[in-house]
């Protein structure tokens, strides 16, 4: 096996070390540096896989933006609470039994021989920024303008859940 | 295994490990931080596909899918404060008054 190979299985199990991570951790902030570590590790694997735009956005996006919001909330909202200390519901055996179903069922779909998942890989085509900047901006222009929309959107809705709360509290 | 199996392997992993938070945990907040996680599997999966397919426009549709997601943090997280502000806690436990 070679280094690319070697890299990949690294930041594959970083991703779901990091995850298995989260579901035992006690405090929240323990499980926002869990879930930093795996959306770290996917940023590794896409970078592996050469799709380096996705990369450098995941790493932006998610890990600068995101989750550093995630953590300030997290340190506003320090209170000493009984979830704390009692980390799971009373769901717990069949949450975890539903859960390596799913993954069992998915497992199996994906690994049968000869489905179109199991295809091999084509040579893929280059991400490099200037061809997907191209695409960005000539053909799926709109697709942008709407998200700036949805961004205003989701500001307005973020002001407004919080000044509703503040007139139900007063 | 090659590397297609090997990265659909994880994206199911990580899918499985965020439901199961989202289904055991009592914290408000890990709860979305699963769900965070949930969406980075399927992303996992979005992006080994438009590999395989040689396609650009998953490249973008990610792009896409990573501003909704901030979009939707933004709005979760103040409904998380006002929950806490309400009840004191952020145990969902405290939270089934509507559970019939």
């Known amino acids: 096996m070679n280094l690319e190979g070697l890299l990949l299985l690294f930041f594959a199990g970083g991703a779901v070390l990091g995850g298995l991570l989260m579901l035992v951790a006690r405090h929240p902030m323990r499980v926002a540096l869990a879930l930093i570590c795996s959306m770290l590790s996917l940023a590794g694997i896409y970078a592996m896989l050469g799709v380096h735009v996705i990369a450098v956005f995941q790493v932006l996006i998610y890990v600068g933006a995101v989750m550093v919001f995630m953590v300030y909330v997290i340190m506003l909202l320090d209170v000493r609470d009984p979830s704390f200390v009692r980390r799971y519901s009373h769901v717990l055996v069949p949450g975890v039994i539903a859960g390596l179903l799913l993954v069992a069922a998915l497992g199996f779909a994906a690994m049968r021989p000869g489905n179109v998942m199991a295809a091999a890989a084509q040579p893929g085509v280059s991400y490099l920024i200037q061809p997907f900047s191209a695409a960005f901006l000539r053909t799926y222009w709109l697709h942008f303008e709407l998200t700036s929309v949805l961004l205003v959107a989701a500001v307005v809705a973020a002001i407004a859940v919080i000044k509703g709360g503040r007139r139900h509290d007063g | ?100």
């Open chain 2, 1 to 100: 295994m090659d590397r297609t199996q090997l990265l659909l392997g994880v994206s199911f992993a990580l899918f499985g490990i965020g439901l199961v938070g989202v289904l055991i945990r009592r914290n408000a907040l890990v709860m979305l931080m699963c769900m965070e996680l949930m969406l980075n599997g399927v992303v996992l999966s979005l992006v080994t596909f438009s590999q395989q397919t040689a396609t650009l426009s998953g490249a973008v549709l990610v792009f896409l899918i990573f501003v909704v997601a901030a979009a939707e943090i933004g709005i979760a997280i103040p409904i998380v404060l006002l929950l806490s502000r309400q009840r004191r806690t952020l145990d969902v436990e405290a939270y089934d008054s509507l559970k019939g």
